[in-house]
């Protein structure tokens, strides 16, 4: 409504009544709210661009998702913007000044703390702690399937006397490993993953293990081979091992499962993209 | 605590595009599109309108973390409460993307693809059916007094017939200022179920489940649990429910996959915040019982 409250037409601030020839006064209230959200906004759009620009983001999802996060860091930029400029608002005299008391701004916290989380803590990787609470593919999945599995690499595979272990083929080829390992016996295989101990196996032995990844972190499933090596007690838990090694059958908790006997071995760095991202889905 | 932060972030990195799109969707419905457009698309038959719209996610693949804003905005606009609810429970499950994912995670077997979709379906047909048995309003909560002023200082709650004065830019920015607006809203939701959806993946450890995990009723139910809390999206739950695959009934893996996507702690805390408590608990409790007898029956099978 206009001042005089003459005409009943809603006037967009700053403008003149031109009916009634008169000029809205304004005086100006600082909006925290306003300031705190423009923060946050662009707070995450400046997580998500980082993340995408410094390769980070595979730590985190699947990079199929990538331009999607690209395109929702592109998007919180008019959002923050939105916000920025409604920081400082001119409102007319004749509203009484008054506080939004939206919520409670402790709801803003949830933002804050991810945001802080995010930037304060060092990127890093799951690490072989959670394998148990995810469990390892080998102990759960080891009676075959009740249904008959497509084995696109079976027939490559076979020809091959060495097989090599790829980030792409990588869930396939265990699954291969872990349940046709009896067509497999003898050939050489090479393969690299992280130490993994789960219980029950001896001295001698241990997992290596990599998460494969669907959509994100969350998804994440740790697949693994048992792995037997003299002096395979040295290697700690999430130690990252390139491996070569002959494919066999062994012993673990009373059943016969399939192993790599390992002929030479190396300590390698994490790889830049440790988790296994299964293709074509 | 390392992995505390890459879970967290990777529900939230995951989430934030989903919901980024669905609360500028909901803007431009709240901005652009009339009731009058919405009540001429919407078959006039409440009972009818349950399919489509249970379907519709055929041609618009959603995600469950973006649907909440979305069903309320369809739902101030006036579009009926059961054809929103089919929509909302339906088209996370109900689209390609999530059927492809199914048959990839499930391999050859595709029984647990139609189970998964028809179940769905069913759930999904079925509790927009009973909502418009039980409630007769729309169900959103009222507004608080905060919401309801309307001083004209600010965009987002001033009235609905202020936007016909607006122009087109004027529009366009008002809807930007209602998304990030509506963001902040429901995102708070969105990050506090993850937080606490990424406690329970620490803690809950697949031994604990497994050994629950036998009995041909209890499991059912501890899948459903699961699928509630851990808040894995649709595209991907189907990958956890088949590493479940020799250790947990076929039933119980369809419920995790159908219950999951329809009701996790993120979208529920989301729903409570927009529909009135005894609603939502109503819908949940519906939406259980469905899932869980329609497991059962599949169990039998």
């Known amino acids: ?281 | 605590m390392i992995n505390f932060k890459i879970i967290l972030l990777s529900i939230v990195i995951e989430a934030l595009p989903f919901v980024l799109l669905s609360v500028i969707v909901s803007a431009i419905l709240h901005n652009f599109v009339t009731e009058d457009m919405i009540s001429r698309i919407i078959p006039k038959n409440k009972f009818l309108s349950i399919v489509p719209a249970s379907l519709l996610g055929i041609v618009l693949p959603v995600c469950d973390c973006g649907m909440v804003p979305i069903v309320r905005r369809l739902v101030k606009k006036g579009v009926p409460l059961p054809t929103a609810i089919s929509f909302m429970l339906g088209a996370p499950i109900l689209n390609p993307l999530v059927a492809a994912a199914t048959a990839f995670a499930f391999k050859t077997n595709t029984a647990m693809v139609l189970f998964r979709l028809g179940t769905a379906f069913l759930v999904a047909c079925f509790a927009g059916w009973l909502t418009s048995l039980f409630f007769k309003g729309n169900e959103l909560k009222p507004l608080t007094a905060n919401q309801q002023h309307s001083c004209g200082c600010c965009g987002p709650h001033t009235d609905q017939y202020l936007i016909d004065e607006l122009t087109f830019t004027g529009k366009l920015l008002r809807t930007i200022h209602d998304a990030s607006n509506e963001f902040f809203e429901m995102g708070k939701y969105l990050l506090i179920g993850a937080i606490l959806g990424t406690l329970a993946q620490i803690v809950l450890s697949r031994e604990i489940l497994l050994s629950i995990g036998q009995h041909p009723g209890f499991s059912v139910g501890v899948m459903m649990l699961f699928a509630f809390v851990i808040s894995v999206c649709s595209a991907a739950d189907a990958f956890i429910a088949a590493s479940f695959y020799t250790s947990f009934s076929a039933g119980s893996l369809v419920a995790f996959m159908v219950f999951g996507p329809m009701l996790d702690l993120k979208n529920t805390l989301m729903l409570l915040h927009t529909f009135r408590f005894r609603f939502v608990v109503w819908l949940a409790f519906v939406a259980a019982t469905l899932c869980a007898g329609a497991a059962y029956v599949i169990n039998l099978l």
């Open chain 1, 1 to 281: 409504m206009c001042r005089r409250g003459l005409c009943d037409q809603f006037i967009i601030r700053g403008e003149l009544c031109l009916q009634h020839r008169h000029r809205y006064k304004y005086r100006y209230i600082f909006d925290i709210d306003a300031l705190l959200r423009s923060i946050i906004l662009f707070g995450f759009m400046g997580l998500l661009l980082w993340l995408i620009h410094t390769n980070q983001l595979t730590l985190y999802i699947n990079p199929k998702f990538s331009v999607l996060v690209e395109t929702a860091g592109y998007l919180l930029f008019p959002l923050g913007v939105a916000q920025m400029l409604s920081i400082i608002q001119p409102i007319p005299f004749l509203n009484s000044p008054h506080r939004h008391n939206h919520a409670s701004r402790l709801l803003y916290l949830p933002f804050i703390a991810i945001l802080a989380l995010a930037f304060l803590l060092p990127n890093n990787t799951l690490n072989a702690n959670l394998v148990n609470n995810k469990g390892l593919n080998s102990q759960l999945t080891a009676p075959a399937p009740g249904y008959e599995l497509p084995r696109p690499l079976a027939a490559k595979l076979r020809r091959y006397s060495l097989i090599e272990v790829t980030d792409r083929d990588y869930a396939e080829i265990i699954n291969e490993l872990q349940f046709f390992s009896q067509e497999y016996l003898g050939k050489e295989i090479t393969m690299t993953g992280f130490v993994f101990r789960p219980p029950g196996i001896t001295k001698n032995q241990f997992s290596l293990v990599r998460y494969v990844i669907v959509c994100c972190t969350a998804d994440a499933l740790p697949y693994g081979v048992l792995c037997e090596c003299k002096n395979g007690e040295k290697f700690k838990d999430g130690t990252w091992l390139s491996i070569k090694g002959v494919i066999q059958q062994s012993n673990y908790e009373d059943k016969v499962v399939p192993a790599i006997k390992i002929t030479s071995l190396k300590q390698v760095k994490e790889p830049q993209t440790p988790y296994v991202f299964p293709p074509n889905q």
